[in-house]
């Protein structure tokens, strides 16, 4: 089984997702910046290397010098723009949030009281008073013998099952009917070893019905017992809705720890049981007390770790995460995609130069005649 997160103490909430937002929308504003400083740069570049009157034949080589070593300037100049300034900001801090650890599983509704109508003699049903899915009081006759026996329900509840009909004959000790009490309901859940040794009794427990419009309904264990092929926990239901009969599934989520306000980090950071971080200006590394686990980030429970400490990406690139845990930054992905990003800037800068000076050169040959 894995955690399961809902409602108010879900970790991914909209908050979240607008800091992931935010940040994009800052990480577009700065290259946006840089790549107008760089059109800037380009500006004064040409006002320099402009001038009235160009010897074509005795500056040549001289010309090829220049324009080699200007753009090598710009590409050098443009890489240290895009890489400057970005490094104070390549971090991420600690949140707190609340936490907490569950269980889910899929669950039957049973009912915990049911009886099953027999006879202890062989004899003929003379009369039925009721049929499948009939609701009886205590008391409401059920089978009329042939021998004047008449049977009675003990209890309020409904006919599940009819096995004769009449005139039929009944053998010894075989079932006539069930009978199921419906103000007596519960939820079976199976679950293997790992599981069921975190359940207790007595734990919180939210049941969701489909056909309840996913209204949550509240529960809690009660029981836990092994059966042939896996574990078994029983909930109970404090509210049963008329709805609700035995046979129907609903999802079930129990409750095995609730924290709020816990502080955690991203499960990317630990590397080998190591997180490093920076504190105070320095960078520092320790040891943390893992606790609960949940979706990409994990709980410190031994205060090791403040609010205010930020987390450098370049560890979490390096971090060796768990293969169960969905997050997990590629080095080698961001690589790739850095050096594509300055191929196309070195493009961007030198397409328009070679475009502009090749107009450059045919002005001049329309001016001199050649």
Same mark, same amino acid.
């Given at each position: 089984?894995?955690?399961?997160?809902?409602?108010?103490? @879900? /970790? =991914?909430? %909209?908050?979240? /997702?607008?800091?992931?937002?935010?940040?994009? &929308? &800052?990480?577009?504003?700065?290259?946006?910046?840089?790549? $107008?400083? /760089?059109?800037?740069? +380009?500006?004064?570049?040409k006002h320099l290397i402009k001038t009235?009157?160009?010897?074509?034949?005795?500056?040549?080589?001289?010309?090829?010098?220049?324009? $080699?070593? @200007?753009?090598?300037? /710009? &590409?050098? +100049?443009?890489?240290?723009?895009?890489?400057?300034? %970005?490094?104070?900001?390549?971090?991420?801090?600690?949140?707190?949030?609340?936490? =907490?650890?569950?269980?889910?599983?899929?669950?039957?509704?049973?009912?915990?009281?049911?009886y099953n109508l027999v006879t202890s003699l062989t004899s003929q049903i003379r009369k039925l008073y009721v049929t499948e899915g009939d609701r009886v009081k205590k008391n409401a006759p059920l089978v009329l013998l042939d021998n004047g026996v008449l049977l009675k329900a003990p209890f309020k509840g409904v006919v599940t099952e009819l096995y004769y009909h009449e005139n039929e004959t009944i053998t010894p000790n075989q079932k006539i009917l069930t009978l199921a009490d419906l103000d007596n309901l519960s939820i079976k859940l199976s679950m293997d070893q790992e599981t069921v040794l975190k359940i207790r009794e007595k734990q919180k427990a939210e049941i969701i019905f489909d056909n309840l419009e996913n209204k949550k309904l509240k529960g809690e264990v009660f029981k836990r017992y092994p059966s042939l092929t896996d574990f078994i926990v029983k909930v109970k239901l404090d509210e049963i809705p008329s709805e609700i009969l035995p046979g129907m599934t609903c999802d079930t989520v129990i409750i095995i720890q609730e924290k709020k306000d816990s502080l955690l980090i991203p499960i990317a950071a630990i590397d080998q049981d190591v997180l490093t971080l920076i504190r105070d200006k320095k960078e520092i590394k320790i040891k943390p007390r893992l606790g609960i686990i949940v979706d990409d980030w994990v709980e410190i429970v031994d205060g090791s770790v403040k609010e205010d400490d930020q987390i450098p990406f370049d560890t979490m690139q390096r971090g060796k995460v768990d293969p169960k845990q969905k997050t997990f930054i590629d080095q080698k992905a961001n690589l790739r995609k850095n050096f594509i990003r300055l191929i196309l800037l070195v493009l961007l800068i030198i397409i328009p130069i070679v475009f502009w000076r090749h107009h450059v050169r045919r002005k001049r040959k329309e001016k001199c005649g050649i």
């Amino acid at each position: 089984m894995t955690n399961f997160n809902y409602g108010e103490f @879900a /970790i =991914i909430k %909209t908050k979240d /997702i607008l800091c992931v937002l935010k940040s994009e &929308i &800052i990480s577009l504003i700065i290259y946006l910046k840089k790549g $107008f400083q /760089i059109f800037l740069l +380009l500006l004064v570049f040409k006002h320099l290397i402009k001038t009235k009157k160009v010897k074509i034949m005795a500056g040549k080589k001289v010309s090829k010098l220049k324009w $080699f070593l @200007a753009i090598l300037f /710009i &590409i050098v +100049l443009s890489a240290f723009v895009l890489t400057s300034g %970005t490094q104070k900001k390549n971090f991420v801090k600690p949140k707190i949030s609340n936490v =907490i650890d569950s269980v889910y599983s899929y669950g039957t509704v049973e009912s915990e009281t049911r009886y099953n109508l027999v006879t202890s003699l062989t004899s003929q049903i003379r009369k039925l008073y009721v049929t499948e899915g009939d609701r009886v009081k205590k008391n409401a006759p059920l089978v009329l013998l042939d021998n004047g026996v008449l049977l009675k329900a003990p209890f309020k509840g409904v006919v599940t099952e009819l096995y004769y009909h009449e005139n039929e004959t009944i053998t010894p000790n075989q079932k006539i009917l069930t009978l199921a009490d419906l103000d007596n309901l519960s939820i079976k859940l199976s679950m293997d070893q790992e599981t069921v040794l975190k359940i207790r009794e007595k734990q919180k427990a939210e049941i969701i019905f489909d056909n309840l419009e996913n209204k949550k309904l509240k529960g809690e264990v009660f029981k836990r017992y092994p059966s042939l092929t896996d574990f078994i926990v029983k909930v109970k239901l404090d509210e049963i809705p008329s709805e609700i009969l035995p046979g129907m599934t609903c999802d079930t989520v129990i409750i095995i720890q609730e924290k709020k306000d816990s502080l955690l980090i991203p499960i990317a950071a630990i590397d080998q049981d190591v997180l490093t971080l920076i504190r105070d200006k320095k960078e520092i590394k320790i040891k943390p007390r893992l606790g609960i686990i949940v979706d990409d980030w994990v709980e410190i429970v031994d205060g090791s770790v403040k609010e205010d400490d930020q987390i450098p990406f370049d560890t979490m690139q390096r971090g060796k995460v768990d293969p169960k845990q969905k997050t997990f930054i590629d080095q080698k992905a961001n690589l790739r995609k850095n050096f594509i990003r300055l191929i196309l800037l070195v493009l961007l800068i030198i397409i328009p130069i070679v475009f502009w000076r090749h107009h450059v050169r045919r002005k001049r040959k329309e001016k001199c005649g050649i």
